[in-house]
């Protein structure tokens, strides 16, 4: 009693199902993750090397043309990551979520060779990191969803996170990269850009290799009416003998959910229908938020653009700014690595977002008071930067916030999306709000480097805003999943959310015990549901989480 553990207290999972299995799968599954956070932060600081603006012609050229060149570099892979995202829906639906992510790892090995080919060739640099963007955009949007379908409830957030600690240490591993082979590499050789370029390769490589070991997963298959093969799957997984309570009991509820919705087989308009009903919409209306909002946290234009971020902090050398770029990259790991064994599943999503938001906001109001005042990058160009105290805590307030919202919302809103959506239209909501993700990480992206240029201070109030915004929603509209099954999931957003948000805050029951209603209203219960009447079970929400 009172330990500490890394898993949800509160649910009936006995401690074989938290195995060695499921973490390695879980592991090679976010190799994925981790070529998405080595691409997404590796660019930024390439294009800040002197031999990469030599052979791409952007050293003497007007400010605003290199506004332009950089926005596409960067926002064509977020582009080529929507339309990935979408295109996966069909191929996770049909195929399978096993074979998605071999074919999603296939076309980023296609763009990252692309990108280390290009010589020159800023055509070749776009098409690769569109072609790249295609195959993470499909794998972001299948991996956490697949991950959810084999976990758990007691360590599907941790496990989750395990994809966001790869995404965020992928990054943390282009920033120095890209140092190193600034330090180590004479900048007359090519290789200084194309060595951080090809080592993307690697992890994309081992996804292709290692996911071949891995199984599908078992609702997937239960979808397609093989409870046998789902079965079978469940009790390796679970690492328990098919005959035991648990395994039962989740077969009975996924086999429940599945024979519930598939008594009439949902065709594509009948599924983009659904996403409007009771119960659904206002789960598609938090996961879009949520997923959308994510990108402007202030933490995206530092890892795309790091370079130009900590110039305008008066830090001049590509190496020192390739350098407070790798200090960046670790203080994301740490907070993701915070999230992932403390936040999830001990403060818990809900709480996790409020606090992330309300201490997020902080450093970039500090960091916009700071710019405003002592304009550090004119004092830099004209060489007369003096880093006092002031200009230190704000290099500092940097890593802070990059901590802070890794350990919160870079997390919880992919293991959000990834755990709300009925079975039946999963994938097609998960495609959704990965597809959003990746508008909003566009919009910043092309953005940015106009942001930086003509609004300066501000933009640090304007994300800033945006959070103390975010923090606010959160309170009153996103409800706790903690601890809940996927099968439980329904019955939370069948009430409006800021009636079960409230009502989770007092520990009050969310639902109606079906006789208990029908005697409080003086009906008979087998005569109200004759009229068309449905209750759902009382579970408290600490009992749901039992289940």
């Known amino acids: 009693m009172g330990c500490f553990t890394t898993h ?20 090679i599954a976010s190799m994925s993750a981790l070529a998405m956070g080595y691409d997404t932060a590796v660019i930024g600081g390439t294009m800040a090397l002197d031999s990469f603006r030599r052979d791409f012609g952007t050293i003497n050229i007007p400010q605003t043309q290199r506004d332009t060149i950089q926005g596409n570099i960067v926002s064509t892979f977020q582009a080529g990551c929507f339309f990935g995202a979408l295109f996966a829906f069909p191929l996770a639906e049909k195929l399978g979520r096993k074979k998605t992510m071999i074919i999603a790892s296939s076309v980023f090995l296609l763009g990252g060779t692309l990108m280390t080919a290009a010589r020159g060739s800023l055509n070749m640099i776009y098409g690769g990191r569109a072609i790249a963007g295609l195959g993470i955009g499909a794998s972001s949007m ?35 990269i890209n140092y190193a082979c600034d330090r ?25 290799l290692g996911v071949a070991w891995c199984p599908e997963s078992p609702r997937w298959l239960a979808r397609g009416d093989n409870f046998d093969g789902a079965e079978r799957i469940l009790t390796k997984l679970r690492n328990l003998d098919s005959s035991h309570a648990y395994i039962q009991h989740e077969m009975s509820e996924i086999r429940a959910q599945v024979e519930e919705r598939s008594t009439n087989r949902m065709s594509k308009k009948a599924q983009f229908k659904k996403l409007f009903q009771k119960g659904v919409r206002n789960r598609m209306a938090i996961g879009l938020s949520l997923m959308f909002l994510q990108s402007f946290t202030g933490v995206n234009i530092i890892t795309y653009y790091a370079p130009r971020i900590f110039e305008t902090l008066g830090i001049s050398g590509t190496s020192l700014k390739l350098f407070s770029t790798g200090f960046y990259g670790i ?34 109001w500090y960091i916009g008071g700071y710019v405003m005042k002592a304009d550090p990058a004119a004092a830099a160009a004209a060489g007369t930067v003096n880093r006092d105290g002031w200009g230190y805590l704000a290099m500092v307030c940097v890593y802070i916030n990059a901590f802070i919202i890794c350990a919160t919302w870079q997390g919880i809103t992919w293991t959000y999306a990834s755990e709300i959506f009925p079975l039946d239209i999963r994938m097609l909501c998960v495609s959704l709000t990965t597809a959003d993700t990746w508008l909003g990480s566009f919009i910043i992206a092309r953005s ?24 606010i929603w959160s309170f009153f509209f996103v409800p706790e999943t903690k601890g809940i099954t996927l099968e439980d999931m329904d019955a939370l957003f069948l009430k409006p959310m800021h009636k079960a948000v ?23 219960p087998v005569k109200e549901k004759n009229m068309g009447i449905e209750h759902v079970e009382t579970i408290s929400p600490n009992k749901r989480g039992e289940m």
């Not at 956490?144 to 360590?155: C, G, H, T």
């Not at 180590?184 to 993307?200: C, H, M, R």
């Open 8 to 27: 949800a207290s509160g649910t009936l999972d006995p401690p074989e199902v938290r195995n060695w299995r499921l973490h390695v799968i879980a592991c």
């Open 142 to 176: 299948t991996v956490p969803v697949y991950i959810a379908e084999i976990a758990p409830p007691s360590v599907r957030g941790r496990l989750i996170g395990i994809f966001e600690i790869a995404s965020q240490g992928g990054g943390m591993l282009g920033f120095w």
């Open 184 to 208: 180590t590499i004479d900048v007359n050789n090519q290789a200084q850009w194309t060595i951080p370029l090809a080592v993307q390769l690697i992890p994309g490589l081992l996804l292709l």
């Open 331 to 364: 203080a994301k790991t740490l907070g993701m690595c915070t999230f992932t064994f403390v936040v999830v599943e001990r403060v818990g999503r809900r709480k996790g977002l409020i606090w992330g938001a309300a201490l997020g906001c902080i450093p970039m």
């Open 448 to 471: 940015t480097p106009y942001m930086i240029s003509d609004l300066g201070y501000g933009a640090y109030f304007f994300f800033a805003s945006i959070l103390v915004a975010m923090g």
């Open 502 to 524: 409230w009502a989770q805050v007092r520990g009050k029951p969310l639902f109606v015990d079906e006789d208990e209603a029908a005697r409080g209203k003086g009906l008979d």
